[in-house]
Nanobody, 119 residues
Framework: VQLVESGGGLVQAGGSLRLSCAASGTIFSINAMGWYRQPPGKQRELVATITDGGSTNYADSVKGRFTISRDNAKNTMYLQMNSLKPEDTAVYYC??????????????WGQGTQVTVSS
């Protein structure tokens, strides 16, 4: 199983980006998925999570600006980021709880995608 993020890049403050995370491999089902980020010199932190039923949770710092969503048919998760700020600069990672069989479940991480917001 692999998680591959895409959509990162350089954007000016106030701009928008849309990140994608595609899961591939032998997948039976996917439970919760989430986005995390690691700013330069800091620890990894939660950005947003979404359950398989669509319930969402956001870090206070991104509420009202970021929207997490998923397409279960495509095993893909998205993060729409609007009104970006320089403090949103970080490597963004996707995370997913994946069943690869009826008795086999594991937590997976993507390789990360860089988001840089210039002031």
């Amino acid at each position: 199983v692999q998680l591959v993020e895409s959509g990162g890049g350089l954007v000016q403050a106030g701009g928008s980006l849309r990140l994608s995370c595609a899961a591939s491999g032998t997948i039976f089902s996917i439970n919760a998925m989430g986005w995390y980020r690691q700013p330069p010199g800091k620890q990894r932190e939660l950005v947003a999570t979404i359950t398989d039923g669509g319930s969402t949770n956001y870090a206070d710092s991104v509420k009202g600006r970021f929207t997490i969503s998923r397409d279960n048919a495509k095993n893909t998760m998205y993060l729409q980021m609007n009104s970006l700020k320089p403090e949103d600069t970080a490597v963004y990672y996707c995370n997913a709880d994946i069943w690869t069989g009826t008795l086999s479940r594991r937590n997976y991480w993507g390789q990360g995608t860089q988001v840089t917001v210039s002031s």
